[in-house]
């Protein structure tokens, strides 16, 4: 596929994961999601800190430890790939996963009308449809951590997010539950058409079963050409 068009893997706008990254591809959205991951940050902290900047500095710091921990987890995903240094690629991680996180609650919780000299809501298609690529995909385990690091209150849960928001690329009626073991976002999207599918042959084996078979019966006429003669009854009132 690669060889018919050189885009069916390359992202356009957004770059996530360390394959595209080690090929030293422009990142034309880097300004952005330093945006995201300062904006991210700040979700992190208590809002008497939003303006203490070594608050902020505090919460960078933890992130990046809690990404080590995931570190050796998350580079088994990318083991084909030329190794990475421990620094840039928890950093790497970091920067992408806080990206998607943000990407999720702005376009989940209507915050576009907040961010209104922010560009990335208006190019949502186009950046769901990088976020979908086979070779642009971060592991799950990082974007549950960062989700779980958000202090402010939250309506939506994770998969909740990432189901509105990856919603033209779902089955309609696609329901969550049930769907575990997810590997990265394309992964969950393949699982919720697998579950759809199963659910709807289930219903159906389930309807087949249950259904009384309506019986025919003949008419008189084909009676009487039978052979069959039909006796009249006196009706009792």
């Not at 706008?13 to 360390?18: C, M, Q, T, V």
């Not at 599918?197 to 389930?206: G, M």
Request: include cysteine; charged fraction near 30%; aromatic fraction near 8%.
């Amino acid at each position: 596929m690669r060889k018919v068009d050189k885009h069916a893997y390359k992202p356009q706008l957004i770059s996530i994961d360390p394959f595209h990254l080690q090929r030293k591809r422009p990142q034309r959205m880097i300004g952005y999601k330093e945006q995201y991951l300062q904006s991210f940050l700040q979700r992190t902290i208590n809002k008497e800190e939003l303006d203490n900047p070594e608050a902020i500095n505090a919460a960078y710091s933890s992130m990046i430890k809690k990404m080590e921990e995931l570190e050796p987890e998350a580079r088994r995903f990318y083991e084909i790939l030329s190794p990475l240094n421990k620094d840039e690629f928890v950093k790497l991680m970091l920067l992408g996963g806080s990206f998607i996180i943000e990407f999720f609650i702005r376009l989940g919780q209507d915050e576009i009308s907040i961010h209104d000299q922010d560009p990335i809501p208006r190019w949502r298609d186009y950046i769901l449809l990088d976020l979908i690529l086979v070779e642009n995909q971060l592991p799950f385990s990082v974007l549950e951590m960062l989700y779980d690091e958000i202090k402010e209150p939250r309506d939506l849960t994770l998969i909740k997010s990432a189901q509105m928001a990856l919603q033209p690329f779902l089955p309609k009626g696609i329901h969550h539950f049930g769907i575990t073991n997810i590997k990265h976002l394309l992964d969950y999207i393949h699982k919720s058409h697998v579950s759809n599918i199963a659910r709807k042959n289930c219903c159906n084996r389930s309807r087949s079963e249950t259904e009384i078979p309506s019986l025919e019966f003949p008419h008189a006429t084909k009676l009487h050409k039978a052979g069959i003669k039909l006796k009249g009854v006196d009706a009792e009132c």
